[in-house]
Nanobody, 116 residues
């Protein structure tokens, strides 16, 4: 079992920045990739960014150049630095961890609201 707790959401104006954090606990040694997904009202959950156990990042095209994912293995945390935020980035952001046993774990989500 992997437990994920997000923090750092909030409300900003367009062009602003936010930094999301995700703290992982439990069977963290089994995690092969960890990252962020988001779900806007009336839309399906979509990938934002992930980072592998070797540190290789992967971004959705819509956030490339604006968002940066990073991880601190010593603290079992992953971060999402979001710059140049736009109203279309408004969503609930979820931390996700995939394990070597093909399990997927989710955090409770954190709201990000960007006003124009």
């Amino acid at each position: 079992q992997v437990y994920l707790v997000e923090s750092g959401g909030g409300s900003v104006q367009a062009g602003g920045s936010l930094r999301l954090s995700c703290a992982a606990s439990g069977s963290i040694g089994s995690i092969v990739a960890i990252g962020w997904y988001r779900q806007a009202p009336g839309k399906q959950r979509e990938l934002v960014a992930t980072i592998s156990s070797t540190g290789t990042p992967n971004y959705a095209d819509s956030v490339k150049g604006r968002f940066t994912i990073s991880r601190n293995n010593a603290r079992n945390m992953v971060f999402l630095q979001m710059n140049s935020l736009q109203p279309e980035d408004t969503a609930v952001y979820y931390c996700n961890a995939g394990t070597a046993y093909r399990q997927n774990f989710w955090g409770q989500g954190t709201q990000v609201t960007v006003s124009s």
